[in-house]
């Protein structure tokens, strides 16, 4: 019980050192605005930012729940690409941990694909597929496929073999092994490669959206408010941008990531 209220006391503590250094900056983003230190155009203050960001949301923006639609534009191309990626990446990594010659064939074209921004894909997807929403979503496919493929094998090669020599002895064929041994094994490794994908594949996706996306999405969003100097929504995709990737990064596949490498670190020292 004191445990407990002593973790939650030491983790309240750091969420206010890091609440503390937020609003900071955002006060001293606010004076220097307001005091025309900056071009307040240019750099509006952050209580304007706010009060446009809520207009946004609302049902007086054109069109209306603007903000919702490109936020929801946004998440739905992320979750698409990054399933996507998932399919190809960890069953391809699973594969290259348990067979070296897999390994040694794929190897170099995943260190390839890792080497080359993802941003740089863009342009050639574009003329293969034209401008559509399958641009941003094959990106992070590509991203997150890289990402799980090497996180997959990292956490299937680590795998003692008298592991799998056990349960083959006891009977178990390929599938049990991999249903018992090697996937439970594995998972903390991926749970942190997905929660890496979503990040990763976030920040690529705002970017690609500026330059591929047709209609809707926060990339688009701040992409188009520059050609008419609307400060004010850049600022707003801005920090809709940093609130949904913290809340998606952080607080979903974070916690999730917490819940199973605390299982797995149980269940390991309960065998």
């Not at 002593?6 to 983003?29: N, P």
């Not at 990402?147 to 083959?168: F, Q, T």
């Not at 999405?217 to 995709?237: C, K, R």
Request: glycine share 8%.
């Amino acid at each position: 019980m004191f445990a407990t209220a002593a973790k939650r006391l030491r983790s309240g503590r750091r969420v206010l050192r890091g609440s503390a250094a937020v609003l900071a900056l955002v006060i001293i983003w606010e004076l220097t605005a307001r005091l025309g230190i900056v071009d307040s155009f240019l750099i509006p203050p952050p209580s304007t930012v706010v009060a446009h960001l809520f207009t946004l949301a609302g049902p007086s923006a054109l069109p209306a729940y603007a903000l919702w639609t490109h936020i929801g534009w946004s998440v739905l191309r992320l979750i698409a690409g990054v399933a996507l990626g998932c399919v190809v990446g960890v069953p391809l990594g699973l594969a290259m941990g348990s067979n070296r010659l897999i390994s040694l064939t794929f190897r170099p074209l995943l260190t390839l694909l890792l080497a080359v921004p993802s941003l740089a894909l863009a342009p050639i997807l574009i003329l293969m597929i034209g401008l559509n929403n399958w641009v941003p979503i094959v990106i992070i496919a590509i991203e997150t496929a890289v990402i799980m493929a090497y996180n997959a094998e990292s956490g299937s090669s680590s795998i003692p073999k008298n592991m799998r020599w056990a349960m083959a002895s006891l009977g178990a064929g390929k599938l049990g092994i991999f249903l018992r041994v090697v996937l439970p094994a594995s998972l903390p490794s991926l749970v942190t490669a997905l929660k890496l994908s979503v990040g990763y594949g976030w920040r690529a996706l705002i970017a690609v959206e500026s330059l591929a996306a047709t209609a809707y999405g926060l990339g688009f969003m701040i992409f188009d408010a520059q050609n008419y100097m609307d400060t004010e929504t850049i600022f707003a995709g801005i920090i809709s941008i940093a609130i949904v990737g913290f809340t998606l990064e952080r607080a979903v596949f974070g916690s999730i990531e917490k819940r199973i490498n605390a299982w797995y670190a149980i269940a390991a020292r309960e065998k």
